[in-house]
């Protein structure tokens, strides 16, 4: 295994998560809420009255702001080397993993670990375990 360099782009990653833990930091001293995107997309699901609004708008700034992204600059195009059938498996791991979690990476790594939650830190760790022993199984374990 080898590292591009080439793609290799710490400022832009710094810069992504400073914007990330701003957003999320202004959304809860805001609104009061958790930007954990299955919890608002969770909430979409179960509809409450007079709790839509911000749901639809804040998933909607998620498809929006990428799109607006490339209208100003060169966007890469993402390479996925699975089937449909991994993808499909993969993300029906991800959703339950996420209900048994109650939260996604987002909710608890990014929200949770800032507000010192100890069940966030035990499902970040959980979360990132898994998938370093996934990546390692499946590139060494598995690889022909």
């Known amino acids: 295994m080898t ?11 710094l810069a992504g998560g400073v ?33 839509m609004a911000w749901r639809i708008a804040f998933i909607g700034g998620l498809l929006l702001a990428p799109a607006l992204v490339a209208l100003v600059a060169t966007v890469p195009v993402p390479r996925i080397e699975a089937g449909t059938g991994t993808l499909v498996v993969a993300g029906l791991l991800v959703g339950f993993g996420t209900r048994w979690g109650s939260g996604c990476t987002s909710g608890h790594g990014v929200c949770g670990l800032s507000r010192l939650s100890p069940r966030s830190l035990v499902a ?12 390692y199984a499946v590139r060494h374990l598995l690889a022909a």
């Open 124 to 135: 970040t760790v959980a979360f990132m375990g898994a998938g370093f022993a996934t990546v």
């Open 19 to 51: 914007l990330i833990g701003t957003a999320a930091a202004l959304f809860a001293l805001l609104n009061g809420r958790i930007a954990g995107i299955s919890g608002v997309l969770g909430g979409l699901l179960q509809p409450r009255r007079g709790d």
């Open 3 to 13: 590292i591009a360099w080439d793609a290799f782009t710490p400022w832009h990653a």
